[in-house]
T-cell receptor, first 112, second 115 residues
Framework: KQEVTQIPAALSVPEGENLVLNCSFT??????LQWFRQDPGKGLTSLLL?????REQTSGRLNASLDKSSGRSTLYIAASQPGDSATYLC???????????FGPGTRLSVLP | GAVVSQHPSWVICKSGTSVKIECRSL??????MFWYRQFPKQSLMLMAT?????????EQGVEKDKFLINHASLTLSTLTVTSAHPEDSSFYIC???????????FGPGTRLLVL
């Protein structure tokens, strides 16, 4: 059974810092991995989707890498801003057309 | 990108009543829809997988007679929480995909509070 963990559980940084969020999954046979952002009381915002054949994806100040064989992904946020404060969720899908398995999330606070 | 809607966005009901939540794919046909539940300060957990025209597949520990799922068309799936109790209070969110392996799109979620 796939399990997803995220480290750290919570992170508080001053504005402007670069930071790294970590995600690990136990079964390397994934179809894709996706990073989401969730604001308090809100739904999910998709940030980056990495297919299993890819090693990284970039969007603006965000960069996500995937090491499928070791079961790891990292989300790099450059020059953090207070507006980045949210919970970041990592999720993977198994074989073709399966549901997402979510990690517990990392709660990020960026202080002005 | 594709849009998935949910209705209602929030609902408050009395214990013992039933609540229906709709999940719609607005600009694509969704062969499969997934229903997730998120309790406060926890992550999303899959409740069931719904394929159009067939019975839903429920995850272990999810009562199929309590959480009724209907996926009667390629654009609509409904989740009915029957005889809701306070412990059913949660954030319910659906996702939809057009075909096996295609991108899944998430709805905005429905917050349920059972008094």
């Amino acid at each position: 059974k796939q399990e997803v963990t995220q480290i750290p559980a919570a992170l508080s940084v001053p504005e402007g810092e670069n930071l790294v969020l970590n995600c690990s999954f136990t079964d390397s046979a994934i179809y894709n991995l996706q990073w989401f952002r969730q604001d308090p009381g809100k739904g999910l915002t998709s940030l980056l989707l990495i297919q299993s054949s890819q090693r990284e994806q970039t969007s603006g100040r965000l960069n996500a890498s995937l090491d499928k064989s070791s079961g790891r992904s990292t989300l790099y946020i450059a020059a953090s801003q207070p507006g980045d404060s949210a919970t970041y969720l990592c999720a993977v899908t198994g074989n073709y057309g399966q549901n997402f398995v979510f990690g517990p999330g990392t709660r990020l606070s960026v202080l002005p | 990108g594709a849009v998935v809607s949910q209705h209602p966005s929030w609902v408050i009901c009395k214990s013992g009543t039933s609540v229906k939540i709709e999940c719609r794919s607005l600009d694509f046909q969704a062969t499969t829809m997934f229903w997730y539940r998120q309790f406060p300060k926890q992550s999303l957990m899959l409740m069931a997988t719904s394929n159009e025209g067939s019975k839903a597949t429920y995850e272990q520990g999810v009562e199929k007679d309590k959480f009724l799922i209907n996926h009667a068309s390629l654009t609509l799936s409904t989740l009915t929480v029957t005889s809701a109790h306070p412990e059913d209070s949660s954030f319910y969110i659906c996702s939809a995909e057009g075909g096996a392996g295609e991108t899944q799109y998430f709805g905005p979620g429905t917050r349920l509070l059972v008094l």
